[in-house]
């Protein structure tokens, strides 16, 4: 690792604030409303079972957005940033396990720190330019990096390997906060359906996905199903009956 978590977080941090400046300029940041309500009871079960994982997340400075946008995307910034789109939700009509399932899958991206390997690996390459040198310019400076940092976080695709990690990871964290792991399988059966015939919406274009993903989250079931069995259930929402 040739970038601090530290120093990776507060870039992160500094995109995910002109992220959401910028929506809101649009007039396109949800602040209240029905499904910002369901994303905030969600996330409040799945954050407490981080520390499963690392337990220094009881401190991460953890926050959820919500953008009004026709985007099939969701993210995790390092950190703990949580951003959504309304499109991912709305378009393949998300049921509260599916939404637990994709959060638990970005959050646990950032809790193994894949987007700092990634910046790490474009600086050895020489790709990118040393964050904390040009994040010491001002700010900015500091945006600019930030922005780099996010590049090498967001819109490069994961490894395989890291992906695996974080669907098994993110099938652990549903489970135990009390959602059906099987919302992993369902929500990719709707994303395939959803692009057949079209161009990759930005989620598929960074996630691997198909029967293989499928098969791979169907293997991983018979790990998670006891978690499930014993967690305290999520209250249920009318997306869920």
């Known amino acids: 690792m040739m970038v601090s978590s530290a120093e990776v977080e507060r870039l992160s941090s500094i995109s995910y604030n002109e992220q959401n400046q910028k929506a809101k300029e649009k007039n396109v940041l949800v602040t209240s409303g029905p499904t910002l309500d369901r994303l905030r009871v969600i996330a409040n079960?799945?954050?407490?079972?981080?520390?499963?994982?690392?337990?220094?997340?009881?401190?991460?400075?953890?926050?959820?957005t919500l953008i009004d946008a026709p985007i099939l995307n969701a993210t995790c910034a390092p950190g703990g940033k949580i951003?959504?789109?309304?499109?991912?939700?709305?378009?393949?009509?998300?049921?509260?396990?599916?939404?637990?399932?994709i959060m638990g899958h970005e959050i646990a991206h950032a809790l193994r720190e894949h987007g700092r390997e990634?910046?790490?690996q474009a600086m050895a390459q020489k790709l990118a330019v040393n964050v904390a040198m040009a994040a010491a310019g001002g700010y900015g400076s500091a945006v600019s990096a930030a922005n780099q940092v996010a590049y090498y976080v967001f819109?490069?695709?994961?490894?395989?390997?890291?992906?695996?990690e974080a669907d098994a990871i993110g099938l652990e964290l549903a489970a135990r906060a009390g959602y059906n792991p099987a919302g992993a399988?369902?929500?990719?059966?709707?994303m395939i359906k959803a692009?057949?015939?079209?161009?990759?919406?930005?989620?598929?274009?960074?996630?691997?996905?198909?029967?293989?993903?499928?098969e791979q989250l169907t293997a991983l079931m018979p790990a998670v199903e006891p978690l499930y069995k014993v967690a305290p259930k999520a209250p249920t929402s009318s997306k869920n009956m």
């Open 83 to 101: 951003t959504f789109y309304t499109g991912i939700i709305e378009k393949l009509n998300l049921s509260d396990d599916e939404i637990a399932a």
């Open 195 to 214: 692009n057949q015939g079209k161009s990759a919406p930005e989620f598929l274009s960074t996630h691997p996905s198909g029967e293989t993903r499928i």
């Open 155 to 164: 819109v490069l695709p994961n490894s395989r390997e890291n992906e695996s």
């Open 118 to 120: 990634r910046v790490s």
């Open 185 to 190: 399988i369902t929500v990719w059966q709707k």
């Open 45 to 64: 079960r799945l954050i407490p079972q981080t520390k499963e994982f690392r337990d220094d997340t009881r401190q991460w400075a953890w926050r959820l």
